[in-house]
């Protein structure tokens, strides 16, 4: 176990060094020097409370969308829908949270955030059904329904829940009336965007943790993915396990789009999730879909997205040469990860 960890750290740092070298040459084409653009990345990531603040901030919708993306693929399965679950969550809680009245505080955002989760898995239930019992391919489905769930949130906003305030404005914008007071969740640092929703992501782990180190079922859903024959043999029943994993997997992505829409946003605006679903695919596999290497993962891309900036800010280099660097980091850092997630669904097909 102990070598195993030894060897993943030393690839880990390969990788990371390898990155530094290739980003390092962008760095270099902009005139400026790599080392002094690297600091002001840290300094941008993680020095003064705005900054720290700002990356914890970040961080959480990447650590709920790392644990969505982690929980179909440690079953075996790729689950490419994160990102339609995070609109349609985002939305279900901006309705919640806007048009159920006289709940108290807790009770709205329980039931605007349970609501948002129960949508995103019922989304998600029909390309599990298929994958699960029909065989039929969920990169192509969950794909496929990810773009629909993205047009359909545009389409109910801008048609039947569009904010009456803006109608009468000439650039109009797809977004909803405010939520209530009773429905958001509370900001830790005002005027600062980082809110009560950290406490979820925490918990989040710490369940997720519970599940796949402590549990049975948690065990199963590993040897699913990683023999399923074996699996089968063993009494477990494989097509259970791979359709719950893509229905909690959209329920927790829902997750992430409910918490932004509560704590950050306070009402639902199209294109506020930023591709979160993808990023959380990323830090899923920079994490190893390790329940203790998604945080730091979730983190680091916090880093990366508020460090950024800062980089672009106080240097010549711009921010899409940030964005190429940042890519070059992920990509580098992801390949190993991916490559071994590959084998296994590669082995999944063939013991069908």
């Excluded at 960890?5 to 400026?32: K, M, N, P, Q, Y």
Aim: contains cysteine.
């Amino acid at each position: 176990m102990r070598k195993e960890l030894r060897e993943s750290l030393l690839r880990l740092l390969i990788a990371f060094g390898v990155a530094l070298i290739v980003s390092s040459v962008f760095i270099l084409s902009t005139g400026e020097n790599p080392l002094l653009a690297y600091i002001q990345l840290l300094k941008g990531a993680f020095v003064g409370k705005l900054n720290i603040v700002t990356t914890l901030r970040w961080s959480v919708p990447y650590i709920i969308t790392g644990v969505a993306a982690a929980i179909a693929f440690r079953a075996g399965m790729f689950n490419l829908g994160i990102d339609g679950c995070v609109y349609l969550g985002g939305l279900t809680a901006a309705l919640i949270g806007t048009y159920v009245k006289g709940l108290p505080l807790l009770l709205h955002i329980l039931l605007a955030v349970f609501a948002a989760m129960f949508v995103g898995a019922l989304w998600l239930y029909i390309p599990a059904k298929l994958r699960a019992y029909h065989g039929v391919n969920e990169v192509i489905t969950t794909w496929m329904l990810s773009y629909t769930a993205i047009l359909l949130c545009q389409f109910l906003v801008g048609e039947i829940f569009q904010d009456p305030n803006d109608l009468s404005q000439a650039a109009q914008q797809v977004r909803t009336s405010y939520i209530q007071e009773t429905a958001k969740l509370s900001q830790l640092f005002p005027p600062y965007q980082l809110n009560a929703s950290i406490f979820i992501a925490i918990g989040l782990i710490i369940l997720f943790y519970i599940f796949v180190k402590r549990t049975t079922h948690g065990y199963e859903h590993t040897i699913v993915g990683e023999a399923p024959d074996f699996a089968q043999y063993g009494g477990v029943d494989v097509a259970k396990t791979r359709f719950y994993s893509i229905v909690v997997s959209g329920a927790v992505g829902a997750l992430a789009g409910a918490t932004e829409i509560l704590g950050v946003h306070y009402r639902y605006i199209h294109g506020f999730s930023n591709e979160l679903g993808s990023s959380g695919i990323l830090v899923a596999l920079m994490g190893r879909l390790n329940p203790l290497g998604i945080p730091l993962s979730g983190i680091f891309m916090g880093a990366m997205q508020n460090g950024a900036r800062g980089m672009s800010r106080t240097s010549n280099v711009s921010l899409d040469t940030v964005r190429i660097m940042i890519a070059v980091v992920v990509i580098c850092i992801t390949a190993d990860g991916l490559y071994e997630l590959l084998k296994v669904k590669s082995k999944v097909r063939e013991e069908e």
